[in-house]
C-alpha cells in the first residue's frame, strides 16, 4: 500500500503553458505573483516563465492594477473585509503598494463606513451579554479581526450608544 502518494508535476511545453496560463487568466483576474507560481508549477524554466509573464501582460491576460480593483471590491463587497485585511492579503500576493493605495482608495467611504455599521449592529444584536461593556468590545474584536480600523470600530460603537 503506497503512502499518500502525490500527485504527479505536470512539465508542459512554453506553447502549451501559455494557452494554459491565458484560460488561467481569463477565468478570473490574477496577480502577477500567481501566474508565476503556477508556471513554475508545469515545469518551466525562470527565463521561459518570465518571458511568458511578458506576452500574457502585453496581450492583456495579466494586469496587476486591474487585479487589485476587482480584489479588493470583491473581498469588501462579498466577505465584508475591512481595509486592513484587505492590505495585508494584497501584500500576500506581492502587489505593489501604490496599487493596494490605489485599489483601497476604490472604496466609497460612505458605503465602507455604513458596512462597518451594520456590522457592528448584527453583531451586537446577536450578543447574548447583558454588560454592554463585554458586548461592545467583543463587536469591536469581530470587526477589527475583519479588518476594520480600530479607531473607525470605537467611533462608531462610541456613535451608536449616544
Known amino acids: 500500500m503506497e503512502e499518500g502518494r502525490a500527485k504527479p508535476k505536470v512539465i508542459l511545453s512554453p506553447e502549451q503553458a501559455l494557452k494554459r496560463a491565458q484560460r488561467y487568466c481569463a ?3 490574477r496577480s502577477q505573483q500567481e501566474v508565476r507560481d ?28 486591474r ?31 501604490p496599487l493596494i493605495r490605489q485599489a483601497l482608495a476604490g472604496i466609497d467611504d460612505r458605503e465602507y463606513r455604513k458596512t462597518l455599521e451594520t456590522l457592528l449592529r448584527t453583531r451586537l444584536a446577536a450578543s ?24 473607525l470600530v470605537w467611533s462608531i460603537l462610541r456613535d451608536q450608544e449616544d
Do not use: C, M, T
Not at 136 to 143: E, P, V
Open 128 to 151: 447574548k451579554d447583558s454588560d454592554p461593556f463585554i458586548r461592545n468590545r467583543k463587536a469591536a474584536d469581530y470587526a477589527i479581526r475583519r479588518g476594520f480600523e480600530p479607531e
Open 38 to 65: 503556477k508556471l513554475y508549477s508545469w515545469g518551466l524554466h525562470r527565463r521561459e516563465v518570465e518571458s511568458l509573464l511578458v506576452e500574457l501582460i502585453s496581450d492583456g491576460f495579466l494586469k496587476e492594477e
Open 67 to 97: 487585479f487589485a480593483h476587482a480584489f479588493a471590491g470583491g473581498k469588501f463587497r462579498i466577505k465584508k473585509w475591512g481595509r486592513v485585511r484587505i492590505e495585508q492579503a494584497l501584500k500576500g500576493k506581492q502587489v505593489s503598494s
Open 27 to 29: 477565468y478570473q483576474e
